[in-house]
């Protein structure tokens, strides 16, 4: 069934247990969570992305998320749509009946530009305004994700910052979170702590200087009843990048944010994990490999399978780590 992001996250708290947020663009990674969720008895949460909706179209990805309640209907699912860059593309959103959304104030309208205070707590309270209406949830962003290294946003492409980001702008103040929480009404708060989006966050695996835990912690402490969402948290598995390169890709040397610091976050008030470049590396590497295996082969869904079987154990490896699994 189809349920809010706040019933999912209010059990995780209730359970100390934390949700991952995998995004979805197609079939293939669809079909990985539900099976992963199925095996291990997980409840889902879904985003979509603008990048998404672009490659898929929003009709597509709606029904592929209904697809997947009909054909799990056992499995409570949150349809969540990542990092709406108004609030209304947000209400657009509603209408298509996303049971969650985000509103990232965190950045400007063009997504790119990082936007003061005030505009921040504006258009995320006039979202939760809109949204609670509809019974739907939402959750905000404060603080910008970037490297705590280089002040870098890091995916050149993707989702974020432009340019060099303010040291301050790069770990979330936990007295400005309480007030940002007050004014706004958000269910859950995406926090930074030093991680970005994409595969090229870390140059070396991080420690309490790149990625701060601590940061968390001293968060979770001033607003212990918020929700905590952290951004940028694939894991960057390195038996995935060596796959990648040794059929024919050309990676190079990067790093994730250890599931264990994960786990220390989750014990601290984190409920909700966005992880979409672990998936994208799994999927990649399985089909490099199976078609250099095969050279012969040319049937989509042979190579598709093996994508779809790798996406799925890493599901199911985050669904075991977070503690989501046996809570749906
Ligand atoms: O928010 C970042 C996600 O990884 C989605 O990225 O816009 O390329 O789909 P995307
Ligand atoms: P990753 O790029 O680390 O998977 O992060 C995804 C994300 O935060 C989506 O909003
Ligand atoms: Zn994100």
């Known amino acids: 069934a189809l349920i809010s992001m706040r019933q999912l996250l209010d059990h995780a708290a209730e359970h100390g247990y934390g949700v991952p947020a995998f995004n979805v663009n197609n079939l293939e990674q669809m079909r990985a969570i539900m099976e992963a969720a199925d095996e291990t008895d997980s409840p889902v949460i879904v985003q979509a992305s603008a990048g998404a909706r672009k490659y898929a179209g929003a009709p597509f990805l709606r029904h592929l998320i209904l697809a997947a309640v009909e054909e799990f209907p056992h499995i409570p699912v949150v349809m969540h749509q990542d990092h709406g860059t108004s609030p209304a593309v947000c209400q657009r959103s509603i209408q298509l009946g996303f049971s969650s959304v985000m509103m990232d104030g965190s950045l400007k309208e063009d997504g790119k530009t990082p936007a003061d205070y005030d505009y921040n707590v504006d258009v995320t309270q006039r979202t939760v305004e809109m949204a609670h209406a509809c019974g739907v949830s939402v959750e905000g962003e404060l603080g910008c994700l970037g490297s705590l290294e280089t002040g870098m946003a890091g995916e050149e492409d993707g989702v974020g910052a432009e340019g060099k980001l303010d040291p301050d702008q790069l770990l979330t103040d936990p007295e400005e979170a309480a007030d940002f929480v007050k004014a706004t009404g958000v269910d859950a708060l995406a926090i930074a702590i030093g991680t970005s989006h994409g595969a090229y966050k870390f140059t070396k695996p991080p420690t309490g200087d790149t990625l701060s835990i601590q940061r968390i912690k001293q968060i979770h402490e001033r607003i212990p009843e918020t929700h905590l969402v952290m951004h940028g948290s694939s894991s960057v ?33 984190v409920r909700k994990v966005n992880v979409d470049t672990d998936l994208r590396l799994a999927s990649t590497g399985a089909v490099r490999r199976f078609l250099a295996e095969h050279p012969a082969e040319f049937d989509p869904r042979k190579f598709l399978k093996a994508s779809v079987a790798a996406m799925k154990d890493i599901c199911k490896a985050r669904y075991e780590a977070f503690g989501t699994a046996g809570n749906a």
């Open 237 to 269: 598995p390195q038996e995935w990048l060596e796959i990648i390169n040794e059929f024919g890709g050309k990676i190079p040397e990067t790093y994730g944010v250890p599931v264990e610091e994960i786990v220390e976050g989750i014990r601290h008030g």
